[in-house]
């Protein structure tokens, strides 16, 4: 077999396709392990919300709780990209990005994924269990919402609504972790995270508006078309304002603040260069969300130590 054999389009020239051992590599593929760009999307909310929880506390959130976050949301990314995946094997075949994907390709069958989709999702189980009762309902709570994104984008010009309120449930883990509860500031930076997906994954979704025209999928992309940079503007300034108000909420001072102002700049960059209408320069700018997320952290992490 070819160095190249069973390689997923779009990801191409990463650790999997030249380190892992082959019989492993579709699996990894399944997981995105060869794209960790969404397990990290997927996780700034978790560490946003468990930031937000230092910040009222007046510490640094629980390193313990840091570290089962990380193994959470690539677990749990792997598995809800899994299922994405099952859901979306006969779709893939039509698209140009998608078709050497694992199922399509033929690289793994129908049952083989979905143990391994079981898997996955047992080890987010098992982390799930090492917090408190009140958290557990919480990422419980969150499964009804994953199973249903993949059918959205087949009914609805706006998917990433719901993938907004997927990708940003860790918003709403954090802080229980540490208090046991919910309470508003949490609850606001859901909403805040909500507005940051929608925008994000808008900018992802412009890589595929041509094959979504011709299959008949819907994105807000699509919907949005010439109007995405204002619009983009508008949910971005959306998830700063929001965000803003939780950490306020919480007792953030000016070293939040300092790195909410730097966020806000990284997503006001984003704006300024989107060219709708080069593909990897809009991978580019998605993938930059992870930076723009970490400085947010950075910034709760330092405010909770002083």
């Known amino acids: 077999m070819s160095e190249s054999a069973g390689r997923v389009a779009d990801a191409t020239g990463n650790w999997v396709d030249g380190l892992a051992p082959a019989i492993a590599r579709p699996y990894l593929r399944l997981a995105r392990l060869d794209r960790p760009i969404g397990s990290w999307l997927l996780l700034m909310p978790c560490w946003w919300s468990a930031g937000l929880a230092g910040m009222h506390a007046g510490h640094l959130p629980s390193p313990w709780h840091i ?89 609805t010009y706006w998917p990433q609504i719901v993938l907004g309120l997927a990708f940003s449930w860790g918003a709403l ?36 508006r041509e094959d979504d025209m011709m299959i008949g999928i819907k994105s807000t992309a699509l919907l949005f078309g010439e109007n995405t940079r204002p619009i983009l503007a508008a949910f971005y300034a959306g998830a700063v304002l929001l965000i803003g108000a939780a950490g306020l909420m919480a007792g953030g001072g000016w070293i939040f603040l300092l790195g909410l102002a730097g966020f806000a700049a990284h997503l006001a960059w984003q704006v300024v260069r989107l060219n709708i209408d080069d593909p990897a320069h809009c991978l580019m700018l998605f993938k930059s969300n992870r930076d723009a997320g970490l400085i947010l952290f950075g910034a709760m992490l330092l405010q909770a130590a002083v």
């Open 173 to 208: 883990i954090g802080w229980p972790a540490a208090f046991g509860r919910l309470d508003w500031p949490a609850l606001v930076l859901y909403a805040g995270s909500i507005s940051w997906v929608i925008a994000y994954d808008t900018i992802y979704a412009h890589q595929d």
């Open 67 to 155: 570290v089962l976050f990380f193994i959470g949301a690539f677990a749990m990314r792997g598995a809800g990209c899994t299922w994405n995946d099952l859901v979306d094997r006969d779709l893939d075949t039509k698209v140009e990005r998608t078709r050497s994907r694992p199922i399509p390709s033929k690289q793994v069958t129908v049952p083989q994924a979905t143990l391994f989709m079981l898997a996955q999702a047992l080890i987010g189980l098992l982390v799930l269990l090492q917090f408190n009762t009140f958290t557990i309902f919480c990422g419980f709570a969150s499964l009804l919402v994953v199973a249903i994104y993949p059918f959205m984008k087949r009914i």
